[in-house]
T-cell receptor
Framework: SAVISQKPSRDICQRGTSLTIQCQVDSQVTMMFWYRQQPGQSLTLIATANQGSEATYESGFVIDKFPISRPNLTFSTLTVSNMSPEDSSIYLC???????????????FGAGTRLSVL | AQSVAQPEDQVNVAEGNPLTVKCTYSVSGNPYLFWYVQYPNRGLQFLLKYITGDNLVKGSYGFEAEFNKSQTSFHLKKPSALVSDSALYFCAVRDLTSGTYKYIFGTGTRLKVLA
């Protein structure tokens, strides 16, 4: 299974600032996913990041607020821009096993970034 | 629309007793179903999946799940619960209508195993 390193593990930020979260995978993968999770609640998909193309955002999420980079097949970043207390959450990246992102593939998750905005 | 439901927010079970965490699904076509567990301050860990084949799927940590097509269910089970099984459990289905095959997650069930 893929090993995913996510940094930072947690941060406390001031309102109006931005934070960039990094996701590094130990193998090449086609699709990476970024999720948001309120503590103890379910996961909400923010966007899907493919290498070499623009990320695909889910309804309610926009590129200006959550810009994503995917420079190669092992790395991605998610930036949370112009933060407000409502952005306080856990942010998780995940990858699909096997590199092709097919329907049968398992998704593996990083440990998450716990963000608090004051 | 593809969806999964976890009807119980919390399940309490005594250590050593069998446990069941419920999941029902609604999909068009064949369902690809998954169970994940999340321990405090950790990411999600894959437990098991159903794609095709035997209706009883065995996974990690002694967990298994039974796929029931007629009841559109995929309940997670374990014959004998451990205190260390206490965690948040998520059922997910693959959205085969999306080009990315993204997951659709249930709302989660908190399992509490009492010593």
């Amino acid at each position: 299974s893929a090993v995913i390193s996510q940094k930072p593990s947690r941060d406390i930020c001031q309102r109006g600032t931005s934070l960039t979260i990094q996701c590094q995978v130990d193998s090449q993968v086609t699709m990476m996913f970024w999720y948001r999770q309120q503590p103890g609640q379910s996961l909400t998909l923010i966007a899907t990041a493919n290498q070499g193309s623009e990320a695909t955002y889910e309804s309610g999420f926009v590129i200006d607020k959550f810009p994503i980079s995917r420079p190669n097949l092992t790395f991605s970043t998610l930036t949370v821009s112009n933060m407000s207390p409502e952005d306080s959450s856990i942010y998780l990246c995940s990858v699909a096993e096997g590199g092709t992102g097919g329907a049968k593939n398992i998704q593996y998750f990083g440990a998450g970034t716990r963000l608090s905005v004051l | 629309a593809q969806s999964v439901a976890q009807p119980e927010d919390q399940v309490n079970v005594a250590e050593g007793n069998p446990l069941t965490v419920k999941c029902t699904y609604s999909v068009s076509g064949n369902p690809y179903l998954f169970w994940y567990v999340q321990y405090p301050n950790r990411g999600l860990q894959f437990l098991l999946k159903y794609i095709t084949g035997d209706n009883l799927v065995k996974g990690s940590y002694g967990f298994e799940a039974e796929f029931n097509k007629s009841q559109t269910s995929f309940h997670l089970k374990k014959p004998s619960a451990l205190v260390s099984d206490s965690a948040l459990y998520f059922c997910a289905v693959r959205d085969l209508t999306s080009g990315t095959y993204k997951y659709i997650f249930g709302t989660g069930t908190r399992l509490k195993v009492l010593a």
